[in-house]
């Protein structure tokens, strides 16, 4: 499913007049059916942005996850600590952003990285590091948005968080389940199983129902994928119903390229065998990508700004009004953030606004008297 | 609880012997037939006056030894789900581990660290075991893991205790039972980049107290790269945090030992991958894992270190690793001890450390579920 293929395929059914039937020949061809070919130019110069977030304990496999996914290569010059140096690590949050382009198109790549997390013996509260960097995202962008200068917002909002399930438990251990309820109402969290290649295919079956059912009685809320609508054709639904029943998706990442079967593919040798990260009966690799890049990422950051953003807007805003009804003040219901602009031209704008009205109400109170007393004589 | 009759096969256990053959016996409580006296005299030849017979001893102490049997107490650590109790089974060839003997195991984390030992009684070719698994469920599963080596510690010190305090009666058992662990393995999760600091903390409180084998569990998730990176950073950080593990350096008694020591010492921790499940594999029925990709041979020393891992336990350093026990570590908890009591201000010989009343059979501080032989 090439989204921009697609794309294009609807373009040309739609420019073209001899697929038309009969009858649509009689209408006149208006043309804004040209629209999503519009958009499509339009976004394509001007580039997409998508920021993932990646968290789990270390030794998961995520950088090698990130660079299969991505097929580039982040983590060149990562400097791994060692035993005495994690003793007093705390949680970090380290970005990496990257350029991607392909066919044309244009993707900025943020990925933000928490190493740290769940490596110490005492992991209380090891995701508040976390937490505060998703919210402090969202607030500067609430703030960006408040602002006047709104030509070039940047958005760093995290839209999606992989997070790392060791394949080692017996199902969600404590702090997997403390961390995604921390996280669920914030960012889309999708869980994966890290290392996959070290279970059997029975043992993967086990795992997955066992975290699926574990998800469901601890409320965790997991990025769900949309349902799809009913005038798609049946192999897409199929394709659609399988996806969700494989989640979380067993994964398996790989740095290095082999030969296998005659072909140079990504995957890990191993002496009793070979391990294709793209092959999918060996693990689902190629159904995280579609989803997370060729088929619903724009999905993931729609769901973002639509239900987690606004949840925190919704959220801010309450604690902020309540905390003036508290204090008694009566200011102006326009958010009490420090705007970015100078506040004097703002309050200035709004006193010659309010002036303006004050005296085209006092015009028209006068007007509507002289007409009652035009009336009365 | 019915009667299980666990068979093994413990090859080697008696390699130390120069053995004649016997015939296993699988009927309970049958002594060994006594072996034929050694026909040494007649290897000798001529001059019969310069055989005196001395090394008939090792006949004689081989046919007490299996009389008595052996014990044999290993201590299993590490997350849950690191296969620690396949492996046991495993390295037995039976089912000994606590899952297989309870009959509904759960799968839930216990709030607090629980010890739970299974003893159970297995023979080979007429040599007698028992072997007593403990398995410390919880360890390192919980949010805060502070202190979880606590309870581990407080138990291999009763263990002391209560051999001492038989030790120390005046009216002793021939033969006091040992409860002591004699070995601890320590499985370390295979993350690929180096020991957490969960594990260092475990391993440099206890490699004070008992020996301790580390093995990198689930080994089949690393490439053979993966796996020498990964082992050399383990042995760097055991080495920068000051841990000895088994075999340690001090211990070694000649150059001989030293030798053999040190190629062990190039190897450890051993990547291991446990499976009790038989798979069809080149005409042959091997332990193993099957994959998509491949199937794992447990006991191919290709694919992992499973084979090295159950020589040194079972083939040639078990009985080191008893003695290593039993001369250092309880010596230590000893003199630690008896250097306490000392110390008192009303100056009391050590004899009087012990009731009477309690000289048989200090309360027991574990589960022990005994299979009848």
């Known amino acids: 499913m090439d989204a921009i293929m697609l794309q294009e395929k609807l373009v040309e059914r739609l420019l073209c007049p001899r697929v038309r039937t009969s009858r649509q020949k009689e209408k006149q061809y208006v043309g804004f059916a040209t629209l999503p070919n519009q958009v499509h130019r339009k976004s394509v110069k001007k580039g997409f942005d998508f920021t993932l977030m990646v968290a789990g304990e270390s030794g998961m496999g995520k950088s090698t996850l990130v660079n299969s996914l991505f097929l580039t290569d982040l983590y060149k010059d990562r400097k791994l600590l060692n035993a005495e140096e994690r003793i007093n690590q705390t949680v970090e949050i380290i970005k990496h952003t990257v350029d991607i382009e392909e066919k044309g198109v244009k993707l900025k790549l943020t990925i933000v990285d928490t190493p740290g997390f769940g490596d110490a013996v005492n992991n209380n509260e090891c995701w508040k590091p976390i937490t505060d960097y998703i919210d402090q995202q969202f607030e500067q962008y609430f703030r960006d948005e408040s602002g006047l200068n709104r030509k070039n917002i940047q958005d760093n909002r995290v839209h999606c968080c992989l997070y790392f399930i060791p394949p080692f438990g017996h199902g969600l251990r404590p702090v997997d389940v403390e961390f995604m309820k921390a996280l669920h109402e914030k960012v889309n969290v999708v869980p994966l199983i890290a290392k996959a290649d070290c279970l059997t295919p029975s043992e993967i079956k086990k795992l997955k129902d066992r975290v699926r059912d574990e998800i469901e009685r601890f409320g965790i809320k997991v990025y769900q994928f949309p349902e799809c609508d009913s005038d798609e054709d049946e192999e897409f639904k199929q394709l659609d119903k399988e996806l969700k029943e494989c989640c979380p998706f067993a994964v398996i990442g790989s740095n290095t390229v082999v030969e296998a079967r005659g072909q140079r593919v990504r995957g890990r040798l191993y002496p009793w065998g070979i391990v294709e990260v793209e092959n999918q009966s060996h693990c689902d690799f190629v159904k995280l990508r579609n989803i997370l890049i060729r088929s619903h990422m724009h999905d993931l950051k729609d769901v973002t700004c639509d239900m987690h953003y606004e949840n925190y807007r919704a959220q801010c805003i309450q604690d902020m009004t309540s905390k003036l009804t508290q204090d008694n003040r009566m200011e102006s219901p326009i958010p009490m953030l420090p705007l970015p602009t100078p506040d004097v031209e703002t309050d200035r704008l709004i006193k010659m606004k309010d002036e303006e009205l004050a005296r085209m109400q006092e015009m028209l109170n006068k007007m509507q008297q002289q007409i009652h007393d035009g009336k009365d004589q | ?373």
Not at chain 2, 232 to 248: K, W
Request: proline share 6%; charged share 25%; net charge negative.
């Open chain 2, 1 to 373: 609880m019915s009667d299980s009759k666990v068979t093994a096969h413990l090859d080697g256990i008696i390699s130390d012997f120069e053995g004649s053959e016997v015939n296993p016996s699988h009927s309970n409580m049958s002594a060994p037939p006594h072996p034929q006296p050694p026909a040494k005299g007649a290897s000798h030849g001529t001059g019969d006056f310069s055989y005196v017979g001395i090394d008939a001893i090792l006949e004689q102490m081989r046919r007490k030894a299996m009389k008595q049997g052996f014990e044999l107490n290993i201590m299993i650590v590490g997350q849950s789900g690191l296969g620690k109790s396949t492996l046991m089974n495993t390295l037995f060839k039976s089912k000994v581990s606590r899952k297989s003997v309870v009959s509904n195991p759960e799968e839930r984390i216990p709030k607090t660290i629980e010890i739970k030992s299974i003893s159970h009684d297995i023979e080979e070719k007429g040599v007698r075991m028992k072997l007593t698994v403990i398995d410390t469920p919880g360890f390192g599963d919980h949010i805060n893991n502070e202190n979880c080596w606590q309870p581990i510690m407080k138990f291999i010190n009763d263990q002391y205790e209560q051999y001492l305090q038989e030790e120390i009666n005046i009216d002793r058992k021939k033969r006091i039972p040992d409860s002591r662990v004699h070995c601890c393995m320590y499985f370390i999760p295979p993350t690929g980049h180096c020991l957490r600091p969960l594990d260092v903390e475990f391993m440099s409180r206890l490699s004070k107290v008992v020996n301790i084998v580390p093995v990198i569990a689930k080994a089949d998730t690393l490439t053979l790269e993966e796996r020498d990176f990964f082992k050399q950073t383990i042995r760097e950080g055991l080495r920068a945090n000051g841990i000895d593990v088994y075999p340690q350096k001090e211990f070694d008694e000649d150059a001989d030992d030293r030798m053999i020591n040190d190629k062990i010492r190039e190897m450890i921790p051993f990547a291991v991958v446990g499976s009790d499940q038989e798979y069809q594999v080149n005409g042959k029925r091997l332990l193993g894992r099957k994959t998509k990709w491949g199937t794992i041979e447990v006991e191919n020393i290709a694919h992992c270190e499973f084979a090295y891992l159950r020589d040194l336990l079972i083939r040639t350093h078990m009985q080191n690793i008893k003695d290593i026990t039993s001369s250092i570590h309880y010596e230590v908890y000893r003199v630690r001890r008896l250097n306490e009591t000392n110390a008192q201000p009303n100056g009391q010989p050590p004899n009087t450390l012990v009731n009477p009343q309690q000289a048989n059979g200090a309360a027991a501080q574990h589960q022990v579920l005994t299979h009848e032989m």
